[in-house]
Antibody
Framework: QVQLVQSGAEVKKSGASVKVSCKAS????????MNWVRQAPGQGLELMGR????????SYAQKFQGRVTMTRDTSTSTMYMELSSLRSEDTAVYYC?????????WGQGTLVTVSS | QSVLTQTPSVSRAPGQRVTISCTGN?????????VHWYQQLPGTAPKLLIY???NRPSGVPDRFSGSKSGTSASLAITGLQAEDEADYHC???????????FGGGTKLTVL
C-alpha cells in the first residue's frame, strides 16, 4: 500500500532553516508528482509547490519563491522540502501529498515551530 | 485569504443531510477546472474524499457526493454520523495563478 512517512517535529529559531523529509513506498516513486502543503494553526491548506521526481523539476508558489527548495533522492525514494529564513508565521504543519491535480495520498504531517 | 471561499462552519444533527459550498471565479471553477474535496478528521492529515467533481475513491461511502455548477461546487453528505465531524476542504486549479488553490475549509459539527 502507498505510504508517505515524514520526519519528526522541529523547533527552530527565527532566521534559521528547516528541512523536512517524506519517504515514499508502495508505488513507483518516479511516476507521481509530490506536493508540499502547509497548514498554520486553525487555518486552511496552503500549497507551497511541487516536484517531479522524474528529473527533479520543481514549481514553487510565488509566496515561497526564493525561500523554499524541494529536492528528491531516487535511491531512497525520499522527497525533501527546505524552507529558509524562518519567521513566526511559518509555524505550521507541513504535509507531503502525492498527485497532479488532486492529491490521493498524504504524509502524516510534520509540525514546525518557529520561536524568536 | 483563500482563493476559493467556503463557509467557516456548519452544524447538523445525526441522520440529517448537509451541503458544503465552495465558491470560486472565472479563473478556477468557472473556467471548467475540476473540484476536489478532502476530509480532515481532528488531528490527522487530509484524506481525498471526492475527485474530479463527483468521483469517490475506493472506500469512500456513497453518502458523500460532489457537484459543480458555474463558479461554485458543493459537497453533500447524507445520513450524517458522528464520525463525519471534521474539516472539509475544496481544491481546484486556477488559470491566472497557474497553480492549484484551496478553500479556507469548513468545520462540520455533528450535534
Amino acid at each position: 500500500q502507498v505510504q508517505l512517512v515524514q520526519s519528526g517535529a522541529e523547533v527552530k529559531k527565527s532566521g534559521a532553516s528547516v528541512k523536512v523529509s517524506c519517504k515514499a513506498s508502495g508505488y513507483i516513486f518516479t511516476s507521481y508528482y509530490m506536493n508540499w502543503v502547509r497548514q498554520a494553526p486553525g487555518q486552511g491548506l496552503e500549497l507551497m509547490g511541487r516536484i517531479n521526481p522524474n528529473g527533479g523539476s520543481t514549481s514553487y508558489a510565488q509566496k515561497f519563491q526564493g525561500r523554499v527548495t524541494m529536492t528528491r533522492d531516487t535511491s531512497t525514494s525520499t522527497m525533501y522540502m527546505e524552507l529558509s529564513s524562518l519567521r513566526s508565521e511559518d509555524t505550521a504543519v507541513y504535509y507531503c501529498a502525492r498527485g497532479g491535480r488532486h492529491f490521493d495520498h498524504w504524509g502524516q504531517g510534520t509540525l514546525v515551530t518557529v520561536s524568536s | 485569504q483563500s482563493v476559493l471561499t467556503q463557509t467557516p462552519s456548519v452544524s447538523r444533527a445525526p441522520g440529517q443531510r448537509v451541503t458544503i459550498s465552495c465558491t470560486g471565479n472565472s479563473s478556477n471553477i468557472g473556467a471548467g477546472h475540476d473540484v476536489h474535496w478532502y476530509q480532515q478528521l481532528p488531528g490527522t492529515a487530509p484524506k481525498l474524499l471526492i475527485y474530479g467533481n463527483n468521483n469517490r475513491p475506493s472506500g469512500v461511502p456513497d453518502r458523500f457526493s460532489g457537484s459543480k455548477s458555474g463558479t461554485s461546487a458543493s459537497l453533500a453528505i447524507t445520513g450524517l454520523q458522528a464520525e463525519d465531524e471534521a474539516d472539509y476542504h475544496c481544491q481546484s486549479y486556477d488559470s491566472s495563478l497557474s497553480d492549484s488553490v484551496f478553500g479556507g475549509g469548513t468545520k462540520l459539527t455533528v450535534l
